[in-house]
């Protein structure tokens, strides 16, 4: 599995954990939900700016976005 689908997996996971929908995060990120979903199923990859306020909607470090021990 490469990196953007397990990324994606992890934000999808802590997103079900905060009890939000595809859809409130993407209008947190002022896009639609079908562009949302393509970086939770690795289609697309994250930027720096997205990465860090990703972490921040769902109380994540980026270490725990990547996996990193």
Same mark, same amino acid.
């Given at each position: 599995?490469?990196?953007? *689908?397990?990324? %994606?997996?992890?934000? *999808?996971?802590?997103? *079900?954990?905060? %009890?939000? @929908?595809? $859809? !409130?995060?993407? $209008?947190?990120? /002022?896009? @639609?939900?079908?562009?949302?979903? /393509?970086?939770?199923? %690795? ?9 860090? !306020?990703?972490? *921040?909607?769902?109380?994540? @470090? ?8």
């Amino acid at each position: 599995m490469d990196l953007a *689908k397990r990324v %994606g997996d992890r934000i *999808k996971q802590a997103r *079900k954990d905060k %009890g939000l @929908t595809q $859809k !409130e995060v993407a $209008k947190h990120f /002022r896009m @639609t939900q079908q562009q949302y979903s /393509r970086f939770e199923n %690795g289609v697309f990859e994250l930027n720096y700016e997205q990465i860090m !306020e990703i972490c *921040k909607l769902l109380d994540m @470090t980026p270490n725990e976005i990547f996996d990193f021990d």
